[in-house]
């Protein structure tokens, strides 16, 4: 078993005319939680939805708990349990909350059929969660919509959970339970990816860090190492943590 | 993991189902019963009143059959079929030959016997569209997915060769499709006349919106539809594959485009090849008018329609050729997306 859950080597995408990611490689240690950093443009996000299949890689491998997934369609890619949060939060606003957490529960026919215990504890971290259950989801502010994101991808345990920008819009108290779900899903042994812009959420999350500029990574390591580098900080990021 | 965080209270029911009340849009729900009563006064004569918005409601129920497939389709797949209208020929041609075959039941005066008859004629008209509405969906829609310009072009001319082999099977002239004798006549309420049949047509459209009201809301199949019409992309990302769903819905869909099509020939009392392209204008304005993608806004869409259509046949019979026209334009003017848009389209 090798210790990555996750690898990319030398993947490039394509959208349209435009050639987005110039051979990305990332290893995602199994059980850590790595964050994904870099500026505006960078490719972080193409990254993720290429993981996903949702961009097709034109170059390169992905490889999930050591199986090549980079031909395999997106539908086929979450079954191998793994959860992902779109930017956009991909919210069904016409639905309520329970139905949006209902979807994502794979194995379950209503929402009786959902792990009680899971629920308790999702509704203890998010609050919001279980306050507008029979509500519209589309109703909700931009920052409930982001707990319900996260909600809902953690609504059965998965190994993988890949999030893109998790603490956007997010008020400091809810920041803080944010980091305290992920916190306690890696405890739980789940691996996480982030895509981040947020330096200090990263920092005291992330186990380790990857840094992209221009579709590419130019910087793998622990968190600790550029936590500590305020040199390094503002070469790879223009700022310090 | 820590499960022992404190849970809030869960609001209490009654005020979460105040809330939900709340959240209802409300205004479309009025548009038909403010129709109806609007045209009273214009109308006159109670009597006549009721038996124009009985013919109305039944017309709507109908078109809201053969519309209800057509917008999901649309909505989860983004697919502009043109074609939908030949399913309802098809399933009206079926119960010509089904209905034929059964001259005891049909003549009979008994209702009940009558629909012996009329509900087998319904069950092979759904399943013949279904069948071919799969094979449909595999030969002419599945190759122009995302390709909006071509699926009009191919759609459409799989309607023509539709109707061209009904022609082939069920020869090109006009065929009777008398109603059974059971539901012949009218019923008389005062001095209004209210015709059998239409009671029997609201019935079934209330029938079928109620069971797909119900398998839209309460399963997860439903569930999955509903999630698919606002966002393919994420549901795929949920592990579910929308593809596969689809054809479920394009082949139920085009099953009950020839339930409508049964329903749509005993209404007319006859049938022809190309009655599909004659209703399927009105099909597009129906879903227009309720959004894309909503089933409940084509019903609604379907009502105002057939009320409109029977209102306008009365008092001003030379407007009721445009009156539909002008119905989706009044409301479009009011709702550019439809009464029921559906969120993030």
Redesign the interface.
Same mark, same amino acid.
């Given at each position: 078993m090798s210790a990555h859950l996750l690898e990319l080597q030398g993947v490039h995408t394509h959208i349209g005319a435009y050639h987005i990611l110039h051979g990305v490689d990332l290893a995602v240690p199994r059980g850590q939680l790595t964050m994904l950093l870099g500026r505006n443009g960078a490719g972080k996000s193409t990254t993720l939805r290429t993981i996903m299949g949702l961009w097709r890689a034109s170059q390169g491998s992905i490889r999930f708990d050591g199986r090549d997934i980079a031909r395999l369609d997106t539908p086929r890619i979450a079954q191998l349990n793994i959860a992902y949060v779109p930017e956009a939060m991909g919210i069904f606003a016409d639905l309520t909350v329970k139905e949006n957490l209902l979807l994502a529960a794979r194995g379950a026919r209503s929402a009786a059929q959902m792990d009680a215990a899971r629920l308790e504890w999702i509704f203890g971290l998010f609050p919001a969660v279980e306050k507008f259950w029979n509500h519209p989801a589309g109703k909700l502010s931009g920052g409930q919509k982001q707990m319900v994101a996260v909600a809902r991808a953690i609504v059965e345990p998965r190994d993988l959970l890949i999030v893109d920008e998790p603490s956007k819009g997010l008020a400091p108290a809810i920041v803080h339970n944010m980091i305290e779900a992920f916190a306690q899903l890696k405890r739980s042994g789940t691996t996480i990816l982030l895509v981040e812009q947020n330096l200090r959420f990263a920092q005291r999350l992330g186990d380790t860090v990857a840094v992209m500029d221009d579709g590419r990574v130019v910087h793998a390591g622990p968190m600790q190492a550029l936590a500590e580098d305020a040199a390094l900080q503002r070469s790879l990021l223009g700022l310090s943590l | !993991?820590?499960?022992? =965080?404190? #849970?809030?209270p869960?609001?209490a029911q009654s005020a =979460?189902a105040a !809330?939900?009340l709340r *959240?209802i849009d409300w205004p479309p729900l009025a548009l038909v019963p403010v129709l109806a009563l609007a045209a009273l006064p214009l109308v006159g004569s109670g009597s006549t009143w009721l038996t124009l918005t009985v013919a109305g409601l039944a017309m709507g129920m109908i078109v809201f059959i053969i519309a209800s497939g057509l917008t999901l389709v649309f909505g989860l797949m983004d697919v502009l079929n043109f074609g939908h209208g030949v399913f309802i020929a098809l399933g009206a041609f079926v119960a010509t030959s089904v209905l034929g075959a059964m001259g005891d039941y049909t003549q009979s005066a008994s209702l009940w016997r009558n629909l012996l008859a009329v509900l087998p004629a319904m069950a092979v008209a759904m399943l013949v569209a279904g069948a071919i509405g799969l094979a449909f969906e595999r030969f002419i829609v599945r190759p122009v997915y995302g390709q909006h310009l071509k699926q009009i072009l191919i759609t459409m001319g799989g309607m023509i060769i539709g109707e061209e082999l009904i022609k082939v099977v069920w020869g090109p002239q006009q065929i009777p499709l008398p109603l059974p004798a059971g539901m012949q006549g009218a019923w008389f309420i005062g001095d209004a006349a209210v015709e059998k049949y239409r009671v029997v047509a609201v019935l079934v459209g209330l029938a079928v919106f109620a069971l797909l009201a119900w398998t839209l809301s309460r @399963?997860?199949v439903g +569930? +999955?539809i509903?999630?698919g019409v =606002?966002?393919r *992309?994420? #549901? *795929?990302?949920?592990?579910?594959? #929308?593809r596969r769903l689809f054809v479920g819905v394009f082949a139920a869909g085009s099953a009950l485009a020839g339930l409508g099509g049964v329903m749509w020939g005993l209404y007319q009392q006859s049938v022809v090849p190309q009655m599909g392209a004659q209703v399927n204008v009105l099909i597009f304005i129906v879903i227009i008018i309720g959004g894309l993608g909503s089933t409940g806004g084509a019903l609604i869409g379907a009502l105002l329609v057939g009320l409109v259509a029977n209102y306008t046949g009365f008092l001003l019979p030379k407007a009721a050729l445009f009156s539909n026209i002008a119905l989706m334009v009044a409301v479009l003017l009011w709702r550019p997306q439809g009464v029921y848009p #559906? @969120?993030?389209r």
């Amino acid at each position: 078993m090798s210790a990555h859950l996750l690898e990319l080597q030398g993947v490039h995408t394509h959208i349209g005319a435009y050639h987005i990611l110039h051979g990305v490689d990332l290893a995602v240690p199994r059980g850590q939680l790595t964050m994904l950093l870099g500026r505006n443009g960078a490719g972080k996000s193409t990254t993720l939805r290429t993981i996903m299949g949702l961009w097709r890689a034109s170059q390169g491998s992905i490889r999930f708990d050591g199986r090549d997934i980079a031909r395999l369609d997106t539908p086929r890619i979450a079954q191998l349990n793994i959860a992902y949060v779109p930017e956009a939060m991909g919210i069904f606003a016409d639905l309520t909350v329970k139905e949006n957490l209902l979807l994502a529960a794979r194995g379950a026919r209503s929402a009786a059929q959902m792990d009680a215990a899971r629920l308790e504890w999702i509704f203890g971290l998010f609050p919001a969660v279980e306050k507008f259950w029979n509500h519209p989801a589309g109703k909700l502010s931009g920052g409930q919509k982001q707990m319900v994101a996260v909600a809902r991808a953690i609504v059965e345990p998965r190994d993988l959970l890949i999030v893109d920008e998790p603490s956007k819009g997010l008020a400091p108290a809810i920041v803080h339970n944010m980091i305290e779900a992920f916190a306690q899903l890696k405890r739980s042994g789940t691996t996480i990816l982030l895509v981040e812009q947020n330096l200090r959420f990263a920092q005291r999350l992330g186990d380790t860090v990857a840094v992209m500029d221009d579709g590419r990574v130019v910087h793998a390591g622990p968190m600790q190492a550029l936590a500590e580098d305020a040199a390094l900080q503002r070469s790879l990021l223009g700022l310090s943590l | !993991m820590n499960y022992k =965080q404190k #849970v809030p209270p869960a609001p209490a029911q009654s005020a =979460q189902a105040a !809330m939900n009340l709340r *959240e209802i849009d409300w205004p479309p729900l009025a548009l038909v019963p403010v129709l109806a009563l609007a045209a009273l006064p214009l109308v006159g004569s109670g009597s006549t009143w009721l038996t124009l918005t009985v013919a109305g409601l039944a017309m709507g129920m109908i078109v809201f059959i053969i519309a209800s497939g057509l917008t999901l389709v649309f909505g989860l797949m983004d697919v502009l079929n043109f074609g939908h209208g030949v399913f309802i020929a098809l399933g009206a041609f079926v119960a010509t030959s089904v209905l034929g075959a059964m001259g005891d039941y049909t003549q009979s005066a008994s209702l009940w016997r009558n629909l012996l008859a009329v509900l087998p004629a319904m069950a092979v008209a759904m399943l013949v569209a279904g069948a071919i509405g799969l094979a449909f969906e595999r030969f002419i829609v599945r190759p122009v997915y995302g390709q909006h310009l071509k699926q009009i072009l191919i759609t459409m001319g799989g309607m023509i060769i539709g109707e061209e082999l009904i022609k082939v099977v069920w020869g090109p002239q006009q065929i009777p499709l008398p109603l059974p004798a059971g539901m012949q006549g009218a019923w008389f309420i005062g001095d209004a006349a209210v015709e059998k049949y239409r009671v029997v047509a609201v019935l079934v459209g209330l029938a079928v919106f109620a069971l797909l009201a119900w398998t839209l809301s309460r @399963t997860k199949v439903g +569930l +999955l539809i509903r999630a698919g019409v =606002q966002d393919r *992309e994420m #549901v *795929e990302s949920l592990g579910y594959r #929308v593809r596969r769903l689809f054809v479920g819905v394009f082949a139920a869909g085009s099953a009950l485009a020839g339930l409508g099509g049964v329903m749509w020939g005993l209404y007319q009392q006859s049938v022809v090849p190309q009655m599909g392209a004659q209703v399927n204008v009105l099909i597009f304005i129906v879903i227009i008018i309720g959004g894309l993608g909503s089933t409940g806004g084509a019903l609604i869409g379907a009502l105002l329609v057939g009320l409109v259509a029977n209102y306008t046949g009365f008092l001003l019979p030379k407007a009721a050729l445009f009156s539909n026209i002008a119905l989706m334009v009044a409301v479009l003017l009011w709702r550019p997306q439809g009464v029921y848009p #559906v @969120t993030s389209r």
